[in-house]
Nanobody
Framework: QVQLVESGGGLVQPGGSLRLSCEAS????????MGWYRQAPAKQRELVAS???????NYGDSVEGRFTISRDNAKNTVYLQMNSLRPEDTAVYYC??????????????WGQGTQVTVSS
């Protein structure tokens, strides 16, 4: 089993910044792709950003140029730096990690979610 612990959400004014973190722990042999998704009320969950093991990243159209995803493989942690935040970025943000466990099984795990609210 793998556990994900997210942190860094909160309330911020438009134009402000936040940094989200998600640390994976447990029976990890290798981590493949790590990503962030978000879900606003009455909307589908959508990809915000993801980063492969080789550090190639891709972003959702609405956050390109404002958000930056990064990872620290030594800490099994993925980060999301969010700048120039807008009210429409308000959502619950979920981390997702694709792992190869010590059992040699490949699985995908979700974090518990962290609320980001952008409001004046």
């Amino acid at each position: 089993q793998v556990q994900l612990v997210e942190s860094g959400g909160g309330l911020v004014q438009p134009g402000g910044s936040l940094r989200l973190s998600c640390e994976a722990s447990g029976s990890i042999y290798r981590i493949y792709r790590m990503g962030w998704y978000r879900q606003a009320p009455a909307k589908q969950r959508e990809l915000v950003a993801s980063i492969a093991a080789g550090d190639s990243a891709n972003y959702g159209d609405s956050v390109e140029g404002r958000f930056t995803i990064s990872r620290d493989n030594a800490k099994n942690t993925v980060y999301l730096q969010m700048n120039s935040l807008r009210p429409e970025d308000t959502a619950v943000y979920y981390c997702n990690v694709e792992t190869l466990e010590t059992t040699m099984r490949r699985n995908s795990y979700w974090g518990q979610g962290t609320q980001v609210t952008v409001s004046s």
